[in-house]
C-alpha cells in the first residue's frame, strides 16, 4: 500500500519465525503482557522510493494484507494474524523511529456479557459464559478500516465464513472488542472484500456472489450471549455474478471471484463506492452499479487473472483520460494462457470513456 508521502508499504518477510523476546510472555510490550506470540513468518517492509531505502519492521504478529486507517496517526492495520489482529502506529515511528513500540496487537473478543466492554474472557474451545466475554479466532483475510466510525473490519475465510469488526476503543491493547456476522446461504466462502464510505462490507464470495454485510440492518443485540455469528443474517445481501453456473443447482454462477475492491472516490467513472470484483472466470473485472452487473473484459490476450488492483486519478482536470484502474494479469503460470510460452505478467490499465467514439 501506498502512504501519502508516496512510499509502499509490503507484507514481507524479515527473518525466521521465531520471534523475539520483546514478543514473547515475560516482555514488557503492552500487547505480549496480554497476548504473547512465539512465532511470525510475514512481516512488514516500507520502500521509500525517493532514496531507494527499505526499513523493516520486525512485527511479533503474523501479517498478509496491509490497509491504511483513516485515524490521526495513519495507522497501518495488517490481516493475516490468525488469533491476533496487528497494526503499526506510523506517526508513532515517523516521530521515535521505534518499530518495537509502535505495534501493537490485540486478541479477538466479544462482548458475550453485554457489558459494552471488554472483561476476563473464556477460551475459543471453551462453551459461551454469560458472565464473562469469549474470545474467539477469526483471522482476516482481507483488512478494510471503516472511514464512519474507526472500526476495522475483515474477512474470515472457512465455511460459511463471516465479516469480522474490531472496535480499538481507546487502547486497543486492553479495549478492543469483536463482533462476527457469518454468511447466511445463499452465500458462503467470503475472501478479499472492502468497504464504502457508508460502512458497507462488499466481499467476494465462493457461492458465485458479490455480497454485502451492513451493519445498520441488524434487528436484534449486537453483543451478549447469542452474538456469536448467527445473530444478524438480515445484514447480508447477495448479487449473483454473471456467467454460466453449475447445472441441476437452478440458477448459479460458476464465477470465482478473488477480491473485491470499492471504488469509494470514483477514480474510474462509474460514481462513487461502486464496489467492483476481480472476475477470474469472466477474464475481466466485474462492477456493480444501479443494480446491474458490468463485466470489463480483456478481449486479449485471453485468461485475464487479476488477484486485485486499484484506482488512481492522475489529473482530476482530464475527464476520463485521468482517472482509471490498474491492475496486474499473470498468475503463477501466465505461459500457459493465449501469449504462450516466455508470456510475463503485465500492469493493465482499464478506462472508461463516455461513449465508444470518444478520443
Given at each position: ?68 486507517g483513516y ?24 516521530e521515535t ?244 510460452k516466455g ?17
Amino acid at each position: 500500500m501506498f502512504d501519502r508521502k508516496g512510499r509502499v508499504w509490503f507484507a514481507a518477510a524479515v527473518r525466521g519465525a521465531p520471534n523475539p523476546d520483546y514478543c514473547k510472555k515475560g516482555s514488557g510490550h503492552p500487547s505480549a503482557k496480554i497476548f504473547p506470540i512465539e512465532r511470525t513468518n510475514r512481516h512488514v517492509t516500507m520502500l521509500d522510493p525517493k532514496t531507494g531505502q527499505y526499513t523493516y519492521f520486525d512485527t511479533c504478529f503474523q501479517t498478509h494484507h496491509l490497509q491504511f486507517g483513516y485515524d490521526a496517526n495513519e495507522t497501518l492495520w495488517t490481516s493475516g494474524g490468525g488469533s491476533v489482529i496487528g497494526w503499526i502506529n506510523t506517526k508513532m515511528w515517523e516521530e521515535t523511529g521505534d518499530h518495537v513500540k509502535s505495534q501493537g496487537w490485540t486478541p479477538m473478543i466479544l462482548d458475550t456479557n453485554g457489558n459494552g466492554k471488554r472483561d476476563e474472557y473464556v477460551e475459543p474451545t471453551q462453551p459461551v459464559d454469560p458472565k464473562k466475554d469469549k474470545r474467539i479466532v477469526a483471522g482476516f483475510y482481507a483488512v478494510m478500516p471503516n472511514p464512519v466510525d474507526g472500526s476495522v473490519w475483515g474477512t474470515f475465510r472457512t465455511n460459511p465464513g463471516a465479516v469480522v469488526r474490531l472496535m480499538p476503543g481507546s487502547n486497543p491493547n486492553e479495549t478492543a472488542l469483536t463482533e462476527i456476522y457469518n454468511v447466511p446461504l445463499p452465500g458462503f466462502g467470503p475472501r478479499g472484500g472492502d468497504i464504502d464510505k457508508q460502512g458497507v462490507v462488499w466481499v467476494s464470495l465462493a457461492s458465485g456472489h458479490l455480497g454485502s454485510f451492513d451493519r445498520r440492518k441488524c434487528k436484534g443485540p449486537l453483543n451478549g450471549p447469542k452474538a456469536t455469528g448467527d445473530h444478524c443474517p438480515e445484514g447480508w445481501s447477495f448479487y449473483q455474478y454473471p456467467g454460466p453456473g453449475f447445472k441441476g443447482l437452478g440458477d448459479n454462477s460458476a464465477e470465482s471471484s478473488y477480491y473485491t475492491w470499492v471504488d469509494q472516490h470514483n477514480t474510474f467513472g462509474l460514481g462513487d463506492d461502486v464496489p467492483m470484483s476481480t472476475g477470474n472466470l469472466n477474464d475481466g473485472l466485474i462492477a456493480y452499479k444501479d443494480g446491474k452487473m458490468i463485466t470489463l473484459r480483456v478481449p486479449y490476450p485471453l485468461g485475464f487473472y487479476a488477484k486485485g488492483f486499484d484506482g488512481r486519478i492522475d489529473d482530476p482536470k482530464a475527464g476520463w483520460k485521468g482517472r482509471g484502474l490498474w491492475s496486474a494479469t499473470g498468475d503463477r503460470v501466465p505461459w500457459f494462457k493465449e501469449t504462450g510460452k516466455g508470456a510475463k505478467p503485465m500492469a493493465v490499465h482499464f478506462q472508461l470513456r463516455p461513449d465508444p467514439l470518444a478520443k
